[in-house]
DNA sequence: CTGAAGTGATACCAATTGGTGTCATATATA
DNA sequence: TATATATGACACCAATTGGTATCACTTCAG
């Protein structure tokens, strides 16, 4: 299901996360630097992230490395499409309304 | 802020109502019947969508009728695409030092 | 006018969520 | 080996959330 995705984006600090993901994978301790709570708040958030399949997780001795996974983001994207094309098609039926009542 | 649009979509409950008003305006009672949910749960999801842009509400006579707003759409697929444009950066610069490394 | 239909608003409740504090575990490093 | 660092895992708490029940208000129809 890809109700743990829409949920992980729900949060403003979670899509604070990813954004800084974007310039560099990070570990728990440098995300929590960049944020006025706990690393047991931020490894929170990671997790919800990770659950969503927004970012993956990758140890690296004793640190784990948290970065951005682009297919995660599929989901929304498609989900998006659907109103788009709906749009769309709605735009062309309108089109072909308009040209049978005045055709050119 | 595009906060209250995002916190829309994270209930699935309320992106199954936006699907179904691609097809076709609904009063509260109209939504109300698609769900085991009584109407003052469904209104509070469309106090939350119609919050989050996302539909708008006219009225008529006694009826309210609930429909979808596409421009609502744009904040989620801004922040999308600024993840596309990041990644599509990426890909180019990959490609540019794979051909500085091994020009053809 | 009277009653039914459609809706809004509020109080209330259980469950979830975002946060903290604390302790345990694993890994570098002196 | 001893110690500091990086993280994971709980238990716990306040606030938010999704839901119900109930009452008030507006509008249509007889």
């Known amino acids: 299901m ?3 995705t829409f949920r992980a ?3 403003p600090t979670r ?6 993901l974007a310039d560099q994978d990070m570990t728990i301790g440098d995300v929590s630097d960049q944020f006025d709570m706990t ?3 931020v490894k929170k958030h990671l ?14 001795g004793r640190e784990r490395y948290n970065a951005l ?11 998006l499409s659907f109103f788009d094309h709906f749009w769309d098609d709605r735009l062309a039926n309108l089109k072909d309304v308009l040209e049978k ?3 050119s």
């Open 2 to 4: 890809s109700q743990t």
């Open 9 to 11: 984006l729900g949060d």
């Open 15 to 20: 899509r604070a996360i990813l954004t800084m």
């Open 39 to 41: 690393r047991a708040a």
């Open 47 to 60: 997790t919800v992230l990770e659950a969503g399949h927004l970012i993956t997780v990758r140890a690296q």
């Open 69 to 79: 996974n682009p297919d995660g983001f599929a989901p929304i994207r498609d989900w």
């Open 101 to 103: 009542e005045d055709p």
